[in-house]
């Protein structure tokens, strides 16, 4: 966004496209799933403080921060792939300073409409998995 407040034409590769693309899902995602490591750590250190540290093991933090970049990589890949398959024609423009996946859709030549569905129900899916984990872990501390 730097960039282009200094240049006059604000033009995005298709390849810098997806990798803004990539970039957004993984960071994003991969916030939150360390959220709700965060909200286990904190249910183990206050539900169980004197086996905290039998519980949470530097080996058990790296396994689960390994497992939170795992699961965006698959996310985020998952994303870019169903990106990749869209077909373009017309005035490429997007009326935004970031790549999202909805705005590709409505420059798509093709029926997107189970594209967007699936998308949708992934990123849905996700949120909504991260969110119940998260009010399951504070009610039960």
Not at 93 to 99: E, K, L, P, S
Request: net charge negative; with cysteine; glycine share 8%.
């Amino acid at each position: 966004m730097l960039i282009d407040l200094l240049h006059q034409r604000k033009i995005i590769s298709w390849g810098g496209c997806l990798t803004q693309f990539f970039l957004e899902h993984f960071l994003g995602g991969s916030e939150v799933i360390i959220l709700v490591v965060m909200a286990y750590d904190r249910y183990v250190a206050i539900g169980m403080p004197l086996h905290y540290t039998t519980i949470m093991r530097q080996r058990l933090c790296q396994l689960l921060v390994v497992m939170a970049w795992t699961g965006e990589i698959v996310h985020a890949t998952l994303q870019i792939l169903s990106a990749d398959d869209l077909t373009f024609c017309g005035p490429n423009v997007i009326d935004h300073f970031m790549c999202e996946f909805f705005s590709l859709l409505k420059l798509a030549c093709s029926d997107t409409y189970r594209l967007g569905v699936a998308v949708a129900a992934n990123s849905g899916g996700m949120c909504l998995l991260i969110f119940f984990m998260l009010r399951i872990s504070y009610i039960v501390t």
